[in-house]
Each structure stands twice: as C-alpha cells, then as structure tokens.
Nanobody, 118 residues
C-alpha cells in the first residue's frame, strides 16, 4: 500500500531555514523514477499554488517569489522528495503539500504546516 511520510515543517523566524521531506513507500522504483513531482502551498484564505516542481529529468521550475531561496530535489534511491527553504519570509507561511504525478495517477500528501514569524 502506498504511503508518504512527511517531515520538516515547523515554526521559524524570518531569515531561518527549514527542509521539507516526503518519503514514499509502497511505490516501485521505476514509477517513482519517472514521476513528475512538486511542492504546493496554501495560505489561509488563499488558493493552493505551485511552489516548485521537478521532472524525471531533474528539470526544475520555481514560483518567482521563491527563486534563489528554495531548492527542490529528489532522491530516487530513497524514493524521497525534498524542499530546502532558506531565507524564509512571513509570506511563506502556509500549509505545504507534496504532489506526485505518474500518468493519470495524481497523489497529494497531507499538508505540512510552515509558520514564519517576523
């Protein structure tokens, strides 16, 4: 059975760093290897938005507001997805969600809360 273990959320002061992780299990290596993955976030009262995404070829794409501060990465051997967040700002406060797409399969992890205080 597929599952995703999340870790890394929490509360920090502006300028601090956090690293989010999504470690999957029950997923065969080739499916993970050729999946397209991303991190999304949803702040209170706002729509969910793309933060960063990474393809199976390790091409990355970032929302303009996080470019230069956030880094998305994947470890296919560990079947894990990461988001390193540096120089955090109060505007980064939101629930963060990992997303994995493979063909018609579209998985959403549960939200991980990130709170940045000024």
């Amino acid at each position: 059975m597929f599952s995703c273990r999340r870790s890394g959320g929490g509360s920090v002061q502006a300028g601090g760093s956090l690293k989010l992780s999504c470690t999957t299990s029950g997923m065969i290596w080739s499916t993970f290897r050729f999946s397209r993955m991303g991190w999304y976030r949803q702040a209170p009262g706002k729509q969910r938005e793309l933060v960063a995404e990474i393809t199976s070829d390790d091409d990355t794409n970032y929302q303009d507001s996080v470019k230069g501060r956030f880094t998305i990465s994947r470890d296919n051997a560990k079947r894990s997805l990461y988001l390193q967040m540096n120089s955090l700002e109060p505007g980064d406060t939101a629930d963060y969600y990992c997303n994995i797409k493979y063909g018609s399969w579209d998985y959403w992890g549960e939200g991980t809360e990130v709170t940045v205080s000024s």
